[in-house]
């Protein structure tokens, strides 16, 4: 573990070397790292090692009173991440390769960022330490924003990566208060430790530090109110998109519930908040999804509505759910990545992602069609493919979920099937907007100009897609593989209960009735479009999370403005004065009242010590406010000395002779030096000179 860590970190490191000298065929020598990682943490769960709670672990103590221990523990649950960062990772690396025509200069670094953000998604789920999981969560953000800023010529990609950076770096200062909260409160710095905790219920500030905490992961996921920020960032490269906002970024938070959700889900605020939240994004999403008219944009909104989704099973809590929620999350990135990976190639080809400039693509590009049918249809859960064998898991889990008992949990349900009527209806608008003949005013045969003048589809801007989706078949077909790998977090969290694991074919059933009903309604929801193109508004009913978003910016702005005409005023000493007097009054409460440690702090011992600090406390004011320079050097001078008197009443003889040499040499330093200086600190303007001195 540590071994491939230090890889991806080199891997980093000589990426823009890499590129600079050998070209865009570096792509495929860097996704050489994270593809053996994958091979390796496939053969660990090939021979069983995170079977029956095993674990991989490397501790560097560092700091311990301050709990910020290198601590890296991979179980089940990580290397399940970790198949999906390091496998996407190698895959969108070769799909760089075909999708770059040129070797710029900046395409160096963005190899290097690329390759910088799977090391720290993979040390994010490879953490047993929380604080550690929060730096390598924080350099996520970090490395978004420089990957969506790519094209920072545009002003569309500099407000992207702006807003992505704003809204996940606050939630991500949320998560460490709630972190920090949940430590003090309970004493578990690690997940390792929150396992072993059992009286979260009871825990005084509980529900505010599990709040805390999942404001970071929720804004990481795009869950409302927080969604805005993924469908700006689609203005990365399409490499960006497929990795970072389908499959490798946007799952950290559905990581860090899944981490949490078997041991918080019994504190009440759990439920309410991540449930809620989760089915409303999966029904938002998906409604914004079906008026967008480009390509990127529908996969976006239906990315957000899918990690509402994923989020809101997962954080169930249960066995049942948690299988149904990992095999969406799977499911999610192998036909997610393959589709903007589709998109690219068409944009890449064509110039264009805009639907109402597409047509005959389909009969122009079978190869290219097959693969996005599959992926679309995978994801709105049509049988045989692995998107339908992991909602089908979602729906009959939530059917007879035993902890959704005390919440509506049939309307639950109907939120999950018609989330999934949705997504059915926006797969069918992606296929038909991007490949059907639509008869286009510059359509000629079927076939628009952007198509006509379109240019080959190289091997590199397929393989990768063709990759993904030939395992969403396999995968469809034959589960079972995948099903034990999940089994080996199931059993080690939940204990082993013979429960069946994931399945093509369970026979006859209300579910498989259900998936039927899905699939038919988002086929008419798609067929009568031009109906529900009526009932959309041209303003959002709900509001805009953009106009929102600029309204807070521009409300802060305004206040820092005014903030700082009423602190900066020009004058050198109020500056000092309102930066010291907070350096001190701050830290001293908090020493005082004993918040910050078990042990207050005694203020004094006798008398003399009171006297001899306000002493000095007005002579460290008034030096600050004196004009003259030699009134202040000996002002100064008198902290020293009432210094070294300190030192002398609590019998160090020794420091104060020290001291009280010491602040005489200075001060007769200092009177040497400021004697041929003006002895006024005021500048005035010099009548014959006709300059200040």
């Given amino acids: ?158 407000r992207a990566a702006q807003q992505a950076l704003m809204v996940t770096v606050l939630g991500g200062l949320s998560m460490l208060m709630g972190i920090c909260l949940l430590g003090r409160q309970t ?71 899944a981490r949490l959700a078997p041991d918080m889900y019994e504190v009440a605020t759990w439920h309410l908040v991540v449930i809620s939240l989760g089915v409303f994004t999966m029904l938002l999403g998906g409604w914004m999804a079906l008026k967008q008219k480009d390509l990127k944009l529908i996969l976006a909104y239906g990315t957000v509505s899918q990690l509402g989704f994923i989020t809101s099973i997962v954080a169930v809590g249960s066995r049942e759910a948690m299988q149904a929620g990992l095999a969406l999350t799977f499911a999610h990135s192998l036909f997610k990545a393959a589709l903007f990976m589709v998109v690219g190639a068409i944009d890449h080809c064509a110039g264009t992602r805009d639907i109402t400039k597409l047509s005959g693509l389909g009969r122009r590009q079978p190869f290219l069609y097959g693969i996005a049918i599959i992926s679309a249809l995978s994801m709105a859960g049509v049988p045989p493919l692995f998107g339908f064998v992991s909602k089908e898991a979602v729906l009959e889990s939530t059917m007879h979920e035993e902890l959704l008992i005390g919440m509506p949990r049939n309307m639950i349900l109907v939120a999950y099937v018609a989330g999934s009527i949705l997504t059915m209806a926006y797969a069918l608008r992606f296929l038909w907007g991007a490949f059907a003949s639509k008869n286009l005013p510059d359509d000629k045969n079927g076939v628009s100009q952007a198509v006509a003048t379109m240019h080959k589809v190289n091997v590199g801007l397929w393989l990768a897609p063709a990759v993904l989706t030939a395992l969403t078949i396999v995968l469809g077909i034959a ?46 929801v798609h067929w009568r479009r031009q109906v529900l193109e009526q009932w959309q508004f041209a303003y959002p009913a709900l509001g805009d999370a953009d106009a929102v978003y600029d309204k807070v910016i521009s409300t802060l702005r305004k206040l820092s403005l005014r903030t700082t005409a009423v602190t900066q005023r020009g004058s050198l000493q109020l500056n000092l004065t309102v930066i010291f007097a907070t350096l001190m009054v701050l830290p001293l409460t908090m020493l005082i009242t004993g918040d910050l440690t078990d042990i207050r702090m005694v203020v004094a011992e006798n008398p003399w010590q009171i006297v001899a600090a306000i002493i000095m406390m007005v002579a460290a004011i008034a030096a600050t406010v004196t004009d003259n320079r030699l009134s202040a050097v000996i002002i100064v001078g008198i902290t020293g000395y009432s210094l070294s008197f300190v030192f002398a009443i609590h019998g160090a003889p020794d420091l104060a002779l020290t001291q009280l040499l010491t602040e005489t040499i200075i001060m007769v330093l200092f009177m040497l030096v400021l004697r041929r200086i003006p002895a006024s600190t005021e500048w005035k303007q010099d009548p014959k000179m006709g300059r200040l001195r």
């Avoid at 095993?54 to 970790?82: C, K, Q």
């Avoid at 399945?503 to 899905?518: D, E, F, P, Q």
């Fill in 187 to 257: 004493g578990a710095w690690t997940f390792s430790e929150i396992h072993a905790y059992d009286h979260f219920p009871q825990t005084p500030y509980v529900t505010v530090a599990i709040v805390l905490i999942l404001v970071g992961a929720l804004t990481k996921s795009a869950i409302v109110p927080a969604h805005f920020w993924l469908p700006g960032a689609m203005a990365a490269p399409t490499p960006v998109s497929a990795y970072l906002h389908s499959a490798a970024m946007v799952k950290a938070g559905i990581y860090l519930v």
């Fill in 479 to 524: 589960p079972q593989a995948l099903s034990a790998a999940i089994d080996q977090h199931l059993d080690s969290t939940f204990g082993v209960n013979g429960h069946h694991g994931l399945a093509l074919w369970h026979g006859w059933s209300v579910t498989l009735g259900v998936s039927a009903i899905i699939i038919v309604a988002g086929i008419i």
């Fill in 1 to 158: 573990m540590l071994i491939l860590l230090g890889a991806l970190i080199v891997a980093t490191v000589v990426a823009p070397l890499l590129i600079m000298n050998v070209g865009r065929p570096a792509f495929g020598l860097l996704a050489i790292v994270p593809g053996v990682g994958f091979v390796w943490t496939l053969a660990h769960f090939a021979r069983g090692t995170f079977r029956d709670g095993g674990t991989l672990n490397y501790t560097i103590e560092w700091m311990p009173a301050a709990h910020l221990a290198v601590d890296l523990r991979m179980d089940a649950l990580g290397g399940l991440f970790s198949l999906i960062i390091l496998g996407m990772g190698a895959l969108v690396l070769l799909y760089c390769w075909g999708y770059f025509d040129s070797t710029r200069r900046r395409l160096a670094m963005f190899a290097g960022q690329m390759v910088g953000f799977a090391t720290a998604m993979f040390g994010l789920v490879a953490s047993d330490s929380l604080l550690l999981m929060y730096v390598f969560w924080e350099i996520t953000s970090l490395l978004s924003y420089l990957l969506v800023s790519y094209y920072a010529e545009r002003a569309s990609s500099r």
